[in-house]
């Protein structure tokens, strides 16, 4: 980052490159592999998770797509919130005579694969000019990713959901401005929630955050440091194996402590471990439910679009208990 030391970069840089030489998953799968952590969840787990519906209740986890208005900053990276358009509307003749008085309305949508609640796939982190399981950086080009895009694994995201709320376990409504919630967290966390993390699991991370956004005015989300996960996370979720994590922020990770390094935890999640990535989600009303109910764990449906070579997918999560 500007501003840094060059010997503290160096050491920074040293200190998640050694990170990532102990989480790497590469050839864990073999090497042609793209789907990374998503091969933790196998037939079984699917089945086990379809066995946690009891009530038959769901709760969708995105953000509501709306003409405008969204969590989309347009720096550094130019995106832009969701265009929706009517492009044939009921306030007249339609191009086409459908006959019977019939007549019909279209839209259309322009939207960032990362901007609202959305999956990154394995191809949107590289560093030292390699992607996840060692494909070159150049794999990805004009034409889309050619290696690790969500096309990969955008049916895959169907298992078993767990929701560690971080912010109630402090009881708090949100936890602090950059919070680095760290490893012994989830665990506590996990622990009082009196569930238990294993393989296959797709983890949801809630801070608290998504409740300081007031009728689309993203302004106070954005007015503080973001609290998430600690880079060094990352070691307790491959000896988990876990499948995929999301959380109700921007970025999944708190603010980086490394100097020169903005995103080690994505660094490692994505590139590293192979660890699709959520982020944006929306949490509260799933908590209040868990909370009261007591059980965390669910069936979680989150499949992206078939984007071919698209490096992120909006999705609309469904936690099912």
Not at 21 to 43: C, K
Request: some cysteine; glycine content about 12%; aromatic content about 8%.
């Amino acid at each position: 980052m500007p501003g840094s030391d060059p010997a503290e970069v160096a050491a920074a840089q040293d200190v998640i490159f050694s990170l990532g030489d102990s989480v790497r998953t590469w050839g864990t799968w073999g090497p042609e592999d793209e789907r990374g952590s998503q091969n933790y969840i196998t037939p079984e787990h699917r089945v086990a998770a379809a066995r946690l519906v009891r009530r038959g209740v769901v709760f969708s986890l995105s953000l509501p797509i709306q003409d405008g208005k969204g969590p989309a900053r347009p720096y550094p990276v130019g995106r832009f919130n969701p265009i929706h358009r009517m492009t044939v509307t009921g306030l007249g003749p339609g191009p086409l005579d459908m006959g019977a008085t019939t007549d019909f309305t279209d839209d259309l949508l322009v939207i960032g694969l990362q901007t609202s609640t959305h999956w990154d796939a394995l191809c949107h982190i590289y560093y030292q000019d390699h992607l996840y399981n060692g494909y070159p950086a150049t794999e990805v080009d004009s034409a889309g990713a050619h290696r690790n895009g969500i096309d990969k694994v955008h049916a895959d995201f169907f298992g078993r959901g767990v929701l560690l709320d971080v912010a109630r376990s402090k009881e708090l409504d949100v936890l602090p401005a950059g919070y680095a919630i760290s490893a012994e967290d989830l665990v506590e966390c996990a622990q009082q929630e009196g569930v238990e993390v294993g393989q296959g699991d797709m983890l949801l991370i809630r801070t608290g955050a998504m409740g300081t956004v007031r009728d689309g005015d993203w302004t106070d989300f954005y007015a503080r440091p973001r609290p998430g996960l600690h880079y060094t996370v990352a070691s307790w979720l491959g000896e988990k194996r876990i499948a995929a994590v999301a959380a109700d922020n921007h970025g999944i990770e708190s603010p980086s402590d490394l100097p020169g390094v903005r995103n080690p935890f994505h660094m490692l999640a994505l590139r590293d471990m192979g660890i699709s990535l959520g982020e944006f989600w929306s949490l509260d009303q799933l908590a209040a439910d868990c909370a009261a109910d007591g059980v965390y764990e669910f069936l979680l449906s989150a499949q992206g679009l078939r984007v071919e070579g698209g490096a992120g997918s909006p999705v609309n999560p469904l936690a099912i208990k």
